[in-house]
């Protein structure tokens, strides 16, 4: 029987917000799946962890990372490679993103990637540029896409680094790479970052109003070949970044619900297929509430509705729901038989999870 997991970063308001957000939504569907449940688990954020709770929930979920290890900031390079077409047999890899760095009152601040809308030609360009300085420093440098390239480091696997996300809107200082080789990056990124500076590709972006693209963020290391674990999951990705949606599988890359039950089975996992749909994350961590609340009525009817209704048909035998924000994650488990605890009200409460 098919079992669904879907995964919804920043699906856990702040307790702050939570009451008047539950108000505003109209999701009953959601709230059937977070109310009679047959487990319910929460896990708070590992202290001093580089990676955001659902971008550790994931790459566990793939096999990208040991089961009592710590995210240090998600161990996905090697893996995403091989959704832009790359399977390096060997090597230690990073992701690296162009990106915009802000100053705020006191300190540097990384500015939300996605907001950055880096064209691929000047992509391209930025690139090339880049290019021969990673070479002379014994990186050498791959493009992926306008928004996600990587670099090779074997000298460099003891670097900690931070998921973009975990550090968007942060002081920079507390979230940059640290380890033996720190400095050696410092330097790297300061070169770009005066290549970069007053180019043709930023003078032509500010004047269309948009930020200059001035320093490139570093992290996901990881070895190659990556897990083999990982490319058997079925993982669908939907309104997620580039580099997220590379983990899964291509025919489901964007996929709906419909598509993803369709999918067929799979011999060599005959674990759930997970959905991970990234439709709050920018909302969610940017704080547009407005657009969060819009994004989970499109939720309840696309996704939470449905799911619902093939629990009670038979088509799914367990749905996971797995929720999350920056400091917390919690996972709601239903079948069919707990949607039959008829005496447990339908509830939202479940948002904030003690």
Do not use: C
């Not at 995964?7 to 939570?18: D, I, K, N, S």
């Not at 970069?196 to 032509?204: I, K, L, M, P, T």
């Not at 309104?239 to 419909?258: D, F, N, V, Y």
């Amino acid at each position: 029987m098919i079992q669904i997991t879907l995964a919804l970063p920043f699906g856990l308001p702040p307790p702050e917000l939570a009451p008047d957000l539950q108000r505003a939504l109209k999701t009953p569907a959601l709230a059937a799946l977070l109310s009679r449940t047959s487990n319910a688990q929460v896990h708070p954020a590992e202290d001093g962890a580089r990676a955001l709770p659902h971008e550790a929930w994931l790459a566990r979920a793939l096999g990208l990372l040991g089961s009592g290890a710590q995210a240090d900031g998600a161990p996905v390079a090697a893996a995403a490679m091989h959704g832009y077409g790359q399977a390096p047999s060997e090597g230690y890899w990073f992701i690296v993103q162009p990106i915009h760095v802000q100053l705020a009152r006191t300190h540097l601040t990384l500015a939300d990637p996605r907001q950055l809308r880096l064209e691929e030609a000047d992509a391209r360009t930025l690139f090339e540029l880049a290019q021969p300085l990673f070479e002379e420093s014994g990186k050498p440098l791959v493009y992926g896409d306008a928004g996600t390239w990587f670099m090779r480091a074997d000298d460099w696997a003891d670097l900690s680094t931070a998921t973009p996300d975990t550090a968007t809107s942060m002081n920079l200082s507390d979230w940059m790479p640290e380890g033996p080789n720190a400095i050696a990056f410092r330097k790297l990124q300061n070169e770009i970052q005066m290549l970069w500076h007053e180019h043709a590709v930023n003078e032509a972006r500010q004047a269309r109003g948009l930020t200059p693209v001035n320093s490139f963020w570093l992290w996901g290391g990881a070895a190659a070949p990556a897990p083999a674990t990982a490319a058997r999951k079925t993982l669908a990705v939907a309104g997620a970044p580039a580099w997220l949606a590379a983990l899964g599988r291509p025919s489901l890359r964007g996929a709906t619900l419909a598509q993803l039950l369709a999918h067929p089975a799979d011999g060599d996992d005959q674990g759930p297929r997970i959905a991970l749909l990234g439709d709050l994350m920018e909302s969610g961590g940017g704080g547009d509430w407005s657009d969060w609340l819009m994004h989970m009525q499109r939720l309840e009817q696309d996704w939470f509705a449905p799911l619902l209704a093939a629990l009670h048909d038979g088509r799914v035998a367990r749905v996971k729901l797995v929720l999350s924000h920056r400091t917390r994650l919690a996972e709601f488990t239903s079948t069919k038989n707990a949607q039959r605890k008829f005496w447990r009200k339908h509830t939202l409460n479940n948002l904030v999870p003690s």
